[in-house]
């Protein structure tokens, strides 16, 4: 299934044949990480009480399982491990070090999705010549994470990392699928191991309840070596807007600056909330509704809209503004109650968790939005 572009060179159909999805057995609920946080908060204000009562410390105040069910949507949230996190001196998760010749924990993770989504395309790993590893935070530096998934896979071909926040997924399905449309590469992987625990500032009540660990995996290749069930990629949208609303200071400089290696609360993720929820909806509506509008489409077109899970009122609110009414129910599904943020994890987790019951022919769109600021999308036909 390919046909001439304007200069005479083949172009192809690229579709999404596979997805995959690896989360961590264990979990956290809302109950068991309030509790540990005001563990956390009382322990905090006695050995700051000299401080607080001189007023130059904040007193902690408690963290309520209520408040984030209802701020948010979310009940619990699935970890790479619960060690460190309970710990009320400490408050975030323990890992062991890995020595250089072990799979770096991304990949270990990336292996787990990978398998899955390649095992659904019926794809070898050997046949994939372009791996993407996109997530909101690398675990290091150098060597890109994706060369090592790569070479532990046994594909061909070439490799790299990519952040872009919370829609490093999408925007990697965009490059992806034009390297795929114009011939330059057959089969692409994108991983998405999104460790979101390492890099949430667990002792802040105002983000503690918002992430969680997960890993996704999404296979393309051209339409026509699909092997089975699959959804074609109509067209890619991805839009950027700088904001410091959401923001994580962590970088390689920070030995090189005064008070750079303390532990400072800008090191880990921070937002401002209530201001990306307002800023966020328009843009993200509008990005979606402008979208449909290029592909000469109206919202009623569309069966399915995989929105980031980052807070359930936030979709809610989103999905009546693209369609004009109330989503019905499993339209915009929600996967928060029990997975959390994951990141870029989350709008593909929605995907591969609730595309069952679609109809060849039918329409829908993934999007996602986070940090940058930064919304993707990626309109699909079920073939
Ligand atoms: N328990 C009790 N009270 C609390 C708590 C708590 N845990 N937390 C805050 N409060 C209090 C506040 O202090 C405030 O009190 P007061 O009114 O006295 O000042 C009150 O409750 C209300 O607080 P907020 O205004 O903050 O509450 P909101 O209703 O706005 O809800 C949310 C907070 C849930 C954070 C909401 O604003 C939200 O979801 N906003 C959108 C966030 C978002 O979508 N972010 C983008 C996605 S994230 C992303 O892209 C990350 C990319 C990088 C990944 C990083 C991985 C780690």
């Not at 590469?185 to 979101?196: H, Q």
């Not at 839009?239 to 970088?251: C, K, L, P």
């Amino acid at each position: 299934m390919w046909k001439q572009s304007s200069k005479g060179r083949a172009m192809y159909q690229p579709a999404i044949t596979g997805t995959g999805v690896f989360v961590p057995p264990e979990v956290i609920t809302n109950e068991e990480l309030v509790e540990s946080y005001n563990w956390h908060a009382d322990w905090f204000n006695a050995e700051h009480a000299a401080e607080i009562a001189a007023g130059k410390v904040e007193a902690k105040e408690h963290s309520s399982a209520e408040f984030i069910f209802k701020a948010s949507g979310i009940m619990q949230r699935h970890v790479l491990t619960r060690d460190g996190l309970m710990d009320p001196e400490r408050m975030y998760p323990r890992f062991r070090q890995r020595s250089d010749d072990e799979p770096c924990l991304m990949a270990e993770m990336a292996l787990k999705a990978a398998a899955e989504a390649l095992a659904k395309a019926g794809v070898a790993a050997t046949e994939i010549d372009l791996v993407i590893c996109a997530a909101s935070n690398m675990e290091r530096a150098y060597p890109a994470v994706s060369i090592e998934i790569q070479k532990l896979l046994g594909a061909k071909g070439f490799a790299f990392d990519m952040m872009v926040g919370c829609s490093s997924a999408t925007v990697a399905v965009q490059a992806a699928s034009d390297m795929i449309r114009n011939g330059s590469v057959r089969k692409a992987l994108i991983v998405s191991p999104e460790i979101t625990t390492g890099h949430i500032e667990w002792r802040d009540r105002d983000c503690h309840f918002i992430f969680g660990d997960a890993c996704t995996a999404v296979v393309l290749e051209r339409a026509e070596a699909a092997q089975g069930p699959h959804f074609l990629i109509r067209s890619c949208r991805c839009a950027t807007e700088f904001s410091n609303n959401i923001r994580n200071n962590n970088g390689f400089l920070r030995r090189n600056r005064p008070d750079g290696m303390a532990d400072r609360r800008d090191m880990q993720f921070v937002q401002e909330g209530r201001r990306v929820f307002k800023e966020v909806v328009p843009l993200v509506s509008a990005h979606i509704l402008g979208h449909l509008h290029d592909e000469g489409l109206e919202a009623a077109a569309l069966s399915r809209l995989w929105l980031h899970q980052a807070n359930k009122a936030m979709n809610d609110m989103i999905g009546r503004r693209v369609l004009g009414r109330d989503p019905r129910p499993g339209e915009t599904p929600n996967l928060l109650q029990e997975y959390a943020n994951t990141s870029s994890a989350g709008a593909i987790l929605a995907f591969d968790m609730s595309s069952d019951g679609m109809e060849p022919g039918d329409l829908g769109l993934i999007c996602s939005y986070g940090a940058g600021y930064s919304v993707g999308s990626v309109l699909l036909e079920r073939a």
